[in-house]
């Protein structure tokens, strides 16, 4: 295992930073080692001010609601990047659509442009992260996505801020093209005028799918794999008996196959063996071979060296 760095000098911001941070509480597994540093800066001007003074040789690592990420056992080296809903969580509903800060939920805005009887939007209740990270990774869920409806993203960057539409970004499936160093602060969602109980309506039904299929109470990450071109990855899985696989306290949910869980104590280290050992009976199978979709960071610990 590669040793975390010493700890390096930070510039000093107006927000809280803290040196050898616990991350895992963040992380919906609750695995993972710390952050060399922690900053949670107080707003976008601090943002700035932190980005522009950094050194470029730091590492950079930006955390949303961490819902679909595993930060790996030996921690993350350099800056993890936190933005806290005091300053970056408003929510303002207009009359065509709703802007909302980075670090404010998905299901949040949802319920703002519900409340307001905007319609469009209603797919975000299912995506259970903030807004910054559904931009970051052109998020979507139930037939939508953030490129279907996005107007404009803020990105703070070491030169400023600047304000790009979806091509300017680079939408694809699960993927966006961010400035070098960039830090979605806000983003402008397109909504229409709707039905309020037809809205709700979605909402709710969306909400009862996700519970009835998904383990939405579980410490878990979302979809592991992405779903390969004309497949779906849980069927994959379930065809190669990995419906219930443990390793460690990591199973594969046994209620919807593409969900890794923490049943309770398990590592960084035993969700990941468990991915790839999924990973490698789907393709001794299927001869299919399954991508992660959930994110992995951080340096591995000492027993996966």
Excluded at 88 to 113: K, Y
Excluded at 155 to 172: F, I, K, N, Q, S
Excluded at 199 to 218: F, G, L, N, S
Excluded at 244 to 258: D, F, I, P, T, Y
Aim: proline share 5%.
């Amino acid at each position: 295992m590669k040793p975390m760095p010493a700890t390096r000098a930070m510039p000093v911001i107006r927000g809280r930073v803290e040196a050898a941070a616990s991350l895992a509480p963040f992380t919906w597994f609750r695995v993972g080692g710390p952050a060399e540093w922690l900053a949670r800066p107080a707003d976008a001007e601090d943002l700035l001010t932190l980005l522009a003074a950094l050194d470029p040789a730091m590492e950079l690592t930006v955390l949303g609601a961490a819902s679909n990420l595993i930060i790996r056992d030996g921690g993350v080296p350099g800056v993890v990047l936190r933005l806290p809903a005091r300053g970056f969580g408003a929510v303002t509903v207009e009359a065509d659509g709703v802007i909302a800060g980075a670090a404010a939920l998905d299901a949040t805005v949802a319920e703002h442009a519900a409340a307001a009887a905007l319609a469009g939007l209603e797919f975000l209740s299912g995506i259970p992260g903030s807004i910054g990270g559904a931009v970051a990774m052109n998020a979507g869920a139930y037939g939508r996505e953030i490129v279907d409806v996005l107007d404009w993203a803020e990105v703070a960057t070491p030169t400023g801020l600047v304000r790009l539409d979806a091509a300017g970004l680079g939408l694809a499936y699960r993927h966006a093209s961010l400035p070098p160093r960039g830090v979605v602060t806000r983003a402008r969602l397109r909504a229409a005028p709707g039905d309020a109980t037809a809205i709700a309506a979605r909402m709710a039904e969306i909400r009862d799918a996700r519970e009835a299929t998904q383990p939405v109470r579980a410490r878990t990450g979302g979809s592991t794999f992405r779903n390969p071109e004309g497949h779906k990855a849980w069927a994959l899985i379930d065809a190669a008996g990995c419906r219930g696989l443990m390793r460690g306290a990591a199973q594969v949910s046994e209620k919807h196959c593409n969900f890794l869980l923490n049943t309770g104590g398990a590592t960084a280290a035993d969700l990941e063996a468990l991915g790839e050992e999924v990973r490698a009976r789907v393709l001794a199978h299927s001869g299919v071979d399954l991508h992660w979709e959930i994110k992995r960071i951080g340096q591995r610990g000492s027993a996966t060296a």
